[in-house]
């Protein structure tokens, strides 16, 4: 099934802030949650869908990844969609006080690995064979060089939450029940920042350019994938950032045709060398190689050039290139060949 755009979804612009986001989720929220709507799939499917969309969007590493490589990216990454009804309240507590006057505490957030990246890099098929150090550039979030990754704007500080009072939670009591949720205000950090900083606009992270340098290991082959460990998304709360995924795409080659380590290559030779034998050069990815065309070769027949394929990515060795003749008949001839071949036919005992 094709998943429709998140920003359409929630009815909002690209350029939309958290505000916007957090505004359009509740009134989708609040339409189409299942307490209100009993019985009704079609609701509970919107209500799933529009919290998809919140998850991701919500998220400025998420909305990042998705707003360069679609549903796609954030596919690579891990990310199934919809999280459940529980991860859902336990994750949205402050949109579900909406619905019932309070929201549910959120579990206890220790260090958290940051998000995987995938990029996806184009090399050529000698390169593929051969190996190489190639270098390439990506966005990424990284701590605003302003607000060294407060989100604060320089000379100003952050202020005391006065809901909760500096804790990050606020106290409910209903009925014999007290429940301690996370504090919608503040999201549980127990302050606010009154005057965010310019460059970041509070995030206390900006896009910017990273050169990535990777080392392509001999025998890789399209869909190959080499990891670079720490050079995804940030880690919050102390964890540690995630690792960038660079998938490889192998251009075709105009001669040779792969097929695992070995690789094929057509050569024609004229009907005469077929007939006599020859010795011919032919190339091959390490430079011309000599090979020997015995009398009475076949069009088509396969001769192989030991270990001249493409190496082997978990052992020693190579593969090996396999050389198809094809042979050529000529198409105009001279009175003379002619001639050379109507007598030659008539040893045959085959007249043309």
């Given at each position: 099934m094709i998943k429709r755009d998140y920003y359409e979804i929630l009815g909002i612009s690209q350029n939309a802030n958290e505000a916007e986001?957090?505004?359009a989720y509740r009134l989708l929220a609040l339409q189409f949650h299942p307490d209100r709507n009993p019985g009704n799939k079609d609701a509970e499917e919107k209500f799933k869908e529009a919290s998809e969309a919140y998850e991701v969007l919500r998220d400025p590493e998420k909305r990042d990844l998705y707003d360069h490589y679609g549903h796609e990216g954030l596919r690579r990454t891990g990310f199934s969609g919809f999280a459940g009804f529980e991860d859902i309240f336990s994750s949205f507590s402050d949109i579900f006080e909406d619905f019932f006057g309070f929201g549910t505490s959120r579990r206890a957030s220790g260090p958290r690995k940051g998000a995987d990246f995938r990029y996806d890099l184009t090399i050529s098929f000698q390169d593929a064979a051969e190996g190489k150090e190639t270098e390439f550039?990506?966005?990424?979030?990284?701590?605003?060089?302003?607000?060294?990754?407060l989100g604060i704007k320089p000379g100003t500080k952050k202020e005391t939450c006065s809901p909760c009072?500096?804790?990050?939670?606020?106290?409910?009591?209903?009925?014999?029940?007290t429940l301690r949720t996370t504090c919608s205000k503040c999201r549980g950090q127990g302050f606010f920042i009154p005057h965010p900083?310019?460059?970041?606009?509070?995030?206390?992270?900006?896009?910017?350019?990273?050169?990535?340098s990777v080392k392509i290991p001999a025998g890789v082959d399209s869909g190959s994938r080499l990891k670079i460990s720490g050079e995804g998304g940030e880690g919050e709360r102390g964890g540690r950032p995630g690792d960038l995924y660079v998938v490889l795409h192998v251009e075709p080659h105009p001669f040779f045709e792969r097929h695992g380590n070995d690789i094929l290559c057509q050569i024609p030779i004229s009907f005469t060398q077929a007939a006599l034998g020859a010795e011919i050069e032919v190339p091959s990815l390490n430079g011309s190689k000599k090979?020997?065309?015995?009398?009475?070769s076949q069009s088509g027949q396969v001769f192989t050039l030991r270990g001249q394929g493409i190496p082997h990515l978990d052992r020693f060795g190579k593969g090996d290139q396999h050389i198809q003749i094809l042979v050529k008949v000529p198409t105009k001839l001279s009175k003379r060949q002619k001639e050379i071949l109507q007598e030659f036919a008539s040893l045959e005992g085959k007249e043309p």
């Open positions: 986001i957090k505004k550039e990506i966005e990424r979030l990284e701590p605003c060089g302003t607000c060294k990754g009072r500096g804790s990050g939670q606020v106290t409910h009591s209903q009925g014999f029940f900083c310019p460059e970041c606009r509070g995030a206390g992270k900006v896009k910017r350019p990273k050169k990535i090979l020997v065309i015995p009398p009475g």
